[in-house]
């Protein structure tokens, strides 16, 4: 259809569609970017910083035993504080230095890796689950982002060579949206569960045959900024997947668009037929293996995908839906269906408001 409409209408999306390089930079520096925030995330848990300490229920007693035997009524309870861990001096620091090798005897700092001692059974495993699960939304997330921009694009070129938009129910973006929603905030819940069994995985520190429960720096209640900001990614990803896929014109400037289309294209822009996705996808499956029999099931595959792979000209798909459009016109809708009704509407809104002038005149 190479009418003028077609040909401005190609030369303003030249200037308004993003080119591949643009998309490809955006899912790389996109991707290296979570990655690292995600890295850096865990690796802020990396050093344990012990603040309080409850000392053994033998420590206590013996203590308020010998308090009572001298009379000097210094008992102390299980309470949780700093001064705790060095109640018997340096001995608990010492033992602390022998466990996780802090370097001191008088330290009460050491670092653990995100992934655990040998000893730790499960940090592991979690960490696993969280590179899986990341990955998991993340390769599906930037390729959905690559293939958005190849169905935008092809959507807008169709309408420029064709005046058919297509567009109808989107259930599998609908179905991806509910898929990021889901597994964001798993994995959210993930980074929670993770931060809660790190922190009760060495909290409990033995010492000289008895047991100190401590306290750490950066525990769950001391993380939630941390948390909060590096989740927000996973709440707002759906959002803007909903943005990339609610409406395939809308990164069309209706500026730009008068800049590059004269008045005669403008006015072409109601004669543009509206085609639902599913009947496009039909019209395609059925007509693609009849044009290309001795095609390969893949290459097939590969034509009948529009909107996924580029084996199928956009020429092709316009010759397809122009042809099916004059055997078949009752499944074209035009784009201004409630043109009539509006201008009814704004008939009726005048004589309404010429009556109510009429009314005040007299």
């Known amino acids: 259809m190479n009418d003028q409409f077609t040909f401005e209408f190609n030369n303003y999306l030249k200037v308004s569609q993003p080119k591949p390089i643009r998309i490809i930079l955006t899912i790389l520096i996109g991707f290296g970017l979570l990655m690292v925030g995600e890295y850096t995330f865990f690796s802020n848990f990396d050093k344990m910083q012990i603040v309080g300490c409850t000392l053994p229920s033998v420590v206590i007693k013996n203590n308020n035993n010998n308090s009572s035997s001298n009379g000097s009524g210094d008992n102390i309870t299980n309470s949780n504080s700093l001064e705790n861990c060095f109640y018997e001096g340096f001995k608990f620091t010492t033992c602390v230095n022998q466990q996780f090798n802090t370097g001191s005897n008088y330290s009460l700092a050491f670092s653990v890796s995100m992934l655990g ?196 000209p956009i020429s092709e798909i316009v010759e397809i839906l122009l042809s099916y459009k004059i055997s078949n016109p009752q499944d074209f809708e035009p784009m201004l269906y409630n043109e009539s009704k509006l201008s009814k509407s704004f008939i009726s809104s005048s004589d309404h408001d010429n009556d109510e002038k009429d009314k005040l005149i007299n």
Request: charged share 20%; hydrophobic share 40%; net charge positive.
């Open 117 to 312: 001692l040998p000893t730790d059974k499960y940090s592991s495993l979690l960490i696993g689950f969280a590179v899986i699960l990341f990955f998991g939304i993340q390769l599906i997330y930037q390729g959905m982002h690559y293939f958005n921009w190849v169905k935008r694009k092809r959507i807008q070129q169709i309408l420029s060579e064709s005046k058919i938009f297509l567009n109808g129910n989107k259930k599998y973006e609908k179905r991806l949206t509910i898929y990021f929603a889901v597994t964001g905030l798993f994995y959210i819940g993930l980074k929670v569960i993770w931060i809660i069994y790190r922190d009760n995985q060495y909290s409990n520190i033995e010492c000289d045959g008895n047991i100190y429960n401590v306290n750490f720096l950066g525990t769950l209640s001391a993380s939630v900024g941390t948390l909060i900001t590096s989740s927000i990614a996973y709440i707002i990803f759906p959002l803007i997947f909903i943005g990339s896929w609610i409406n395939y014109l809308s990164d069309l400037d209706f500026k730009k668009m008068t800049d590059h289309l004269s008045h005669e294209s403008i006015k072409q822009i109601k004669h543009i037929s509206v085609l639902d996705f599913d009947k496009y996808n039909k019209i395609i499956d059925s007509a693609i293996p009849q044009r290309h029999p001795k095609d390969s099931k893949f290459n097939l595959f590969l034509r009948k995908n529009t909107f996924s792979f580029f084996k199928t």
